[in-house]
């Protein structure tokens, strides 16, 4: 059985499922040490905001298959180091976009009534009606910065409150604001017109301290600004001294640049107009239902060898794109591997061609696919579906990508083309029937094989003598043969054999079979 680490709080729905495919170990509060130790028992890890995976940790997760973030967020996760690790990470990227929404409109109405400071003073024994007036939402103008799920869910519930909105999001289209009846601005007029402001964006090179003491002076005196994002969007010292000086009418924070907060903060001590919650946006019980089942599933179907359908560094495949495309990945992958062995050694540039019915499909994922077959003989089982694209890049192999939707001699085919130290070598491969793979050409000869893990492949002049003087060959050296098949352009011109053997060939076979006369290469191909 598998087994998997969860490191932090996770519904019981979630360890449910798991408990189906593995052994689940629930260690919460681990301290960064404990974890490194923990972790290289463990194939899986599913984790919440609490959990930092860093370099070091990922690194030493030696068994680690997939990272399982419960929530949308995978900035607590060194995405880069997993990718490089060949450890897919997975999130659910919806299930706690209500639950986010809805408390940044809490913090919004929060603000607006003075519901923790009044809560706070009836507690104490008072009755004071005086210090609280509030200020309505209505037709007051709320800015949203990041118009993504949660920001859009936020927008379409201010309009019903009738307030004004404005939005910034340089990524998102006219059409798409048109159609949440949101005003598309500039940041700076989104800073000058909002009596609200909320963030919905992610922490990025760009988006750190977006909101500073420069952006906070040009804002209204009375805005008040919320912040369910991510710590750090806002430069937590210029906005304690603008809410502590009564420069702006306060804010609401519910998520921090280090986490948990500082006992010792300065936002702590910002004064009653300075609401803070301790990162609690995910925090409903649907959300976290939600987000247990969605990224427990993924883990389960990780760990049975199934894909994940919200990968965050690997394309994310929906079960029926899945099953369209299985046969074509394994295909790819096939003829990734034999084109790489035919080449040799370095490869320069690959292109993939997508032919037939499978020339409209997504591609990526093949491509992926064909880079994993053409960098296996070299690095095994270190690439994967995860890492395959980087090792590549970092390779410098250059990947293109055509597409062919009029050759139709099979119902999908694809076609590798690979240039490198050793020229140019080409394979083609389709599928009989749904699932059954051929290859269907090499470097030109037309042939019909059933790929098998053993083969030997021939180039040699197409004469008498040939099939006999390597079949005795083989014979000595007690290799079966299992089917052969000769591909040939014209009659005693160059040919292409390839065998399917059930044994492997010792390598020093292969000098023997090109002195054959009439043979000019041969070349072992295992799958
Ligand atoms: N407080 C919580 O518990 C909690 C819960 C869920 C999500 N979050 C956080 O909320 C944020 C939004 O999540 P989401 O699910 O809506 O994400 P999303 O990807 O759906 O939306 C993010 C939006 O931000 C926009 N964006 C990116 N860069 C921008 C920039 N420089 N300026 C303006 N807009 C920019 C994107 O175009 C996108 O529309 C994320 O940071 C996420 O981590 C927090
Ligand atoms: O795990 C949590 O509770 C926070 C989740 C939230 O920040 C997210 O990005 O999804």
């Not at 999130?91 to 809560?119: C, D, F, K, Q, V």
């Not at 963030?199 to 909101?211: A, D, F, N, S």
């Not at 995860?386 to 119902?411: C, F, H, M, Q, W």
């Not at 599928?431 to 050409?441: D, P």
């Amino acid at each position: 059985m598998p087994k998997v680490l969860v490191s932090d709080p996770i519904d019981q729905v979630g360890i449910d499922i798991l408990s189906q495919v593995a052994t689940v170990d629930v260690k919460t509060n681990l301290s960064p040490d404990e974890l490194i130790k923990a972790l290289p028992e463990y194939d899986a890890i599913m984790i919440r905001s609490g959990t930092k995976l860093t370099k070091e940790a990922i690194e030493a997760g030696k068994n680690l298959k997939i990272i399982g973030r419960a929530g949308v967020g995978v900035d607590n996760v060194d995405v880069p180091t997993a990718t490089r690790q060949g450890i897919v990470v997975v999130n659910s990227p919806e299930g706690n976009t209500i639950a986010a929404a809805e408390h940044a409109l809490a913090m919004m109405l929060s603000l607006s009534r003075y519901i923790p400071e009044a809560n706070a003073s009836i507690k104490s024994g008072k009755w004071d009606r005086k210090s609280f007036t509030g200020v309505e939402v209505y037709k007051k103008t709320l800015g949203v910065i990041g118009l993504g799920k949660i920001g859009s869910h936020v927008a379409t519930v201010a309009r019903a409150l009738g307030m004004r909105l404005l939005a910034y999001d340089p990524f998102l289209t006219a059409e798409r604001a048109e159609h949440l009846g949101v005003n598309l601005v500039e940041l700076e007029i989104l800073f000058r017109e909002s009596d609200y402001i909320t963030l919905h964006l992610p922490k990025t090179k760009e988006t750190y301290h977006l909101i500073n003491a420069e952006s906070l002076k040009i804002m209204k005196p009375n805005v008040r600004i919320i912040n369910c994002a991510r710590g750090g969007i806002i430069d937590e010292a210029a906005l304690a001294e603008a809410v502590k000086n009564g420069q702006i009418g306060g804010a609401a924070l519910d998520v921090f640049e280090n986490e948990p907060l500082e006992a010792e903060s300065t936002l702590r001590a910002a004064g009653s107009r300075l609401i803070l919650t301790p990162h609690l946006g995910a925090s409903t019980e649907e959300a976290q239902t939600n987000v247990a089942v969605d990224v427990a599933e993924q883990i389960r179907d990780v760990l049975l060898g199934l894909p994940a359908r919200a990968a965050v560094n690997i394309p994310g495949l929906g079960p029926d794109v899945w099953q369209k495309l299985k046969p074509y990945l394994q295909l790819a992958e096939m003829l990734g591997n034999l084109v790489g062995q035919l080449a040799g050694g370095r490869v320069d540039t690959l292109d993939v061609r997508l032919q037939g019915e499978i020339a409209t499909s997504e591609s990526q994922p093949i491509v992926v696919a064909a880079l994993k077959g053409l960098l296996s003989p070299a690095l095994r089982e270190r690439v994967n579906f995860v890492n395959a694209s980087l090792e590549a890049k970092e390779r410098g192999i250059r990947v293109t990508e055509t597409r062919d939707a009029t050759i139709e001699d099979y119902t999908g085919s694809l076609h590798l083309t690979a240039n490198g130290t050793h020229g140019q070598q080409s394979v083609t491969g389709a599928l009989l029937g749904k699932s059954e793979l051929r290859i269907t050409n090499i470097n030109d000869f037309p042939i019909n094989v059933a790929p098998s893990h053993y083969m030997l492949l021939t180039l040699h002049r197409d004469m008498p003598g040939i099939i006999g003087g390597l079949g005795s060959l083989l014979g000595n050296f007690n290799v079966n043969i299992a089917s052969m098949q000769v591909g040939r352009r014209m009659v005693r011109g160059e040919a292409v054999m390839v065998l399917n053997i059930d044994d492997p060939l010792p390598a020093s076979l292969l000098e023997e079979i090109v002195r054959i006369p009439g043979v000019k290469d041969a070349f072992v191909v295992n799958l």
